[in-house]
T-cell receptor
């Protein structure tokens, strides 16, 4: 149990367009989901914490108007990169924390975004 | 603030060698501690965890003990395999409602046959 999926697994888009990435908890309900960004050979940088039914909490330095997060249900959170630019190219990873569970987070396989 | 420090890599070992990856943390309160592993091109998988002092987490031959006195959570394996080649992340969960994870910088392990 505790499987998290992401879609798409990779995407290429043109500069100026928007891209939506989905994160789903497949076999459990997640009250909290997290979005991370990972640059090559670097650690994960937490972008925002998303709670079902409420606004996301963004980390310092993350533009909330650029990275729109929606957590509409207990199994789905979406990250939309608006007006993407080449510097937004990165590996985006989501994780989910089980409702009523411990602090353990279950990670999705990641989405590779390339902006041309 | 809370932080995690890992030994710098890459770590290169021969198959069947003993592995230690050091991890120390700074935190207020009593965080839960984790080791995650990331294989090339994939997301993170939980390797093991410990939720209180002196707990030992273990999985797939890997072990780590939560040492409060030294604020450490070193990862060990007695005999590594080529398939263990990956990036290993030490992390702590902030003891708050959100349970945010603070990651170390990651240590790349390469095991040669």
């Amino acid at each position: 149990g505790a499987v998290v999926s992401q879609h798409p697994s990779w995407v290429i888009c043109k500069s100026g367009t928007s891209v939506k990435i989905e994160c789903r908890s497949l076999d459990f309900q997640a009250t909290t989901m997290f979005w991370y960004r990972q640059f090559p050979k670097q650690s994960l940088m937490l972008m925002a914490t998303s709670n079902e039914g409420s606004k996301a909490t963004y980390e310092q330095g993350v533009e909330k108007d650029k990275f729109l997060i929606n957590h509409a249900s207990l199994t789905l959170s979406t990250l939309t990169v608006t007006s993407a630019h080449p510097e937004d190219s990165s590996f985006y990873i989501c994780s989910a924390r089980r409702q009523g569970g411990s602090y353990e987070q279950y990670f999705g396989p990641g989405t590779r975004l390339t902006v041309t | 603030g809370n932080s995690v420090t890992q030994m710098e890599g890459p770590v290169t070992l021969s198959e069947e060698a003993f592995l230690t990856i050091n991890c120390t943390y700074t935190a207020t309160g009593y965080p839960s501690l984790f080791w995650y592993v990331q294989y090339p091109g994939e997301g993170l998988q939980l390797l093991l965890k410990a939720t209180k002092a002196d707990d030992k987490g273990s999985n797939k031959g890997f072990e780590a003990t939560y040492r409060k006195e030294t604020t450490s959570f070193h990862l060990e394996k007695g005999s590594v395999q080529v398939s263990d080649s990956a990036v290993y992340f030490c992390a702590l969960a902030e003891p708050s409602n959100t349970g945010k994870l603070i990651f170390g910088q990651g240590t790349t392990l390469q095991v040669k046959p």
